[in-house]
């Protein structure tokens, strides 16, 4: 079965820790799209396997965020308030739509899924790619 996202180098930071955390939200990604496509059938099983893939992508996220915001913190980033705003506001995001999942409301797991997927890889390629080249400048 094809992936819904596939890990490219081009992901890359040049941040070892970091580049593997992004590799595991894109696995993570991968793991809540497949639970995705059985959601609809209404099984009480695969909503639940639905609700466990979205727990460990909500907790996974805050322990990256938090592991690159210690990085920047350490490292005296000059963008670090932008980039943690964006983290800020991809959490409120994230936890709106959990939310209205668990208090059954409109929700629509494809769509979230893609917004995970989108936001991911545009942050990496554009915010993380800055604070990479930021550390690499800065090792030099």
């Not at 596939?6 to 941040?15: A, D, H, L, P, V």
């Not at 490292?75 to 800020?88: D, L, S």
Request: include cysteine.
């Amino acid at each position: 079965m094809k992936e819904f996202i596939s890990w490219e180098n081009r992901y890359s930071i040049g941040i070892r820790i970091i580049d593997d955390q992004h590799k595991h939200l894109v696995d993570l990604t991968n793991m809540l799209h497949e639970a995705c496509r059985n959601y609809g059938q209404g099984h009480e099983v695969t909503k639940e396997k639905f609700r466990a893939a979205i727990k460990a992508t909500v907790d996974y996220v805050g322990e990256h965020f938090s592991a690159e915001e210690k990085l920047m913190d350490g490292t005296k980033y000059p963008n670090a308030v932008v980039h943690k705003g964006e983290h800020k506001k991809f959490v409120q995001k994230v936890l709106e739509n959990v939310r209205d999942f668990e208090e059954g409301r409109t929700f629509v797991p494809n769509a979230f899924v893609r917004f995970l997927r989108d936001w991911i890889l545009e942050h990496i390629a554009i915010q993380d790619k800055q604070f990479g080249l930021f550390l690499s400048q800065m090792n030099r």
